[in-house]
């Protein structure tokens, strides 16, 4: 393990998870790259699981380990408080689930790809000489994000996430997760970003969907990586999480029938026009393009589509939104 230049936090959020705690923490302490802080916010779990974060910060007293008290009002808004919370000294901010178990090189990618993407975009930014100097534009915010091995309860029966097909965009983002919360990690400029985004929201449905959101609706940039970054439990709290298989196929049509879909969308739009005037100019229409125009007759919500943009991924995925608009499900 070797200590990086720039510091790291590890944002992971507890509720009752001691079964499987304990080999996630272990995780971050065999990071081929040294956190300096993993901040743990428990939303008032019952079990053991604060007793763990703290054997394991005793086990470990060359890491900065702090314990937090959670809001108590549900996994997106603990997030919040963890994002909220996070110090004004972090460089990079990797958010983490409690029962997952991350490969040894997951924040020494995630922090290549970030620092390799600054460093390019500096390089085509270089200076020209003008008579007037203008200010510099702020920093664009990035995410990186990407795959995982999905697992059963054991860490057996292991196969490879969904991968990316299209590029990564609003337009995307409006009706589709990239990746899960899991394997996300934030620069400054998107920790900063999602900071102040988190006090102009009072409802989330899952934290990463409207990071994915955001980042990508204020022209920030997304980092795929296409090699799985940690080993992904599947189990009953998380099955809706899962990113493959006939049961998830199954999970994801009986919400698009029975309204969630929909539901979910209402909240996603609600909370995006808190922080509308952070997003681009495009894409600001696109979301209320998006927020009217689903509450029209059906030939009218299907030329949204193809007006807007709105796309997901894969043709199963695509054929699934032209469904949902026919339907008015979405």
Known sequence: MTTPTAKIAILMATYNGADCLRAQLDSFATQTVTP????????????????????????????????????????????????????????????????????????????????????????SAA??????PTPAAPP????????????????????????????????HALVQ????????MLDR????????????VRKLVVHDWWI?????????????????????RQHQGNLIGANRGLVAK???LRMLFNGRFRRWNTINIAALRGSAHRLTPENRQVLEL?????????LQRLSMLRRSGLHRQGLAGQMSLYLAALLRRF
């Open 212 to 232: 994915y959101q955001l980042i990508t609706g204020v022209g920030g940039e997304i980092l795929f990586d296409p090699v799985p970054l940690l080993l992904y």
């Open 290 to 298: 998006f927020a009217e125009e689903r509450n029209g007759p059906p």
């Open 140 to 171: 664009r915010p990035r995410l990186f994000c990407g795959r995982s091995w999905e697992c059963d309860a054991t860490l057996g029966n292991r196969r490879l996430s969904r991968g990316l097909r299209r590029p990564a965009s609003f337009r």
């Open 36 to 123: 300096a802080l993993i901040l743990v916010s428990d939303d008032g779990s019952r079990d053991d699981s604060r007793a763990i974060v703290q054997a394991f910060a005793e086990d470990n007293p060359a890491l900065q380990v702090e314990l937090l008290e959670g809001p108590r009002k549900g996994a997106a808004q603990n997030f919040l408080h963890l994002l909220q919370s996070c110090p004004p000294w972090i460089d990079y901010a990797a958010l983490s689930d409690q029962d997952d178990v991350w490969l040894d090189d997951k924040l020494e990618r995630g922090l290549r790809a970030l620092q390799g993407a600054e460093a390019a975009a500096q390089r």
């Open 127 to 132: 200076p020209v000489p003008e008579p007037i």
């Open 177 to 184: 997760n990239l990746a899960g919360g899991n394997t996300m």
């Open 189 to 200: 400029a998107g920790l900063d970003l999602l900071q102040a985004a988190s006090r102009e």
């Open 250 to 252: 199954r999970v994801r």
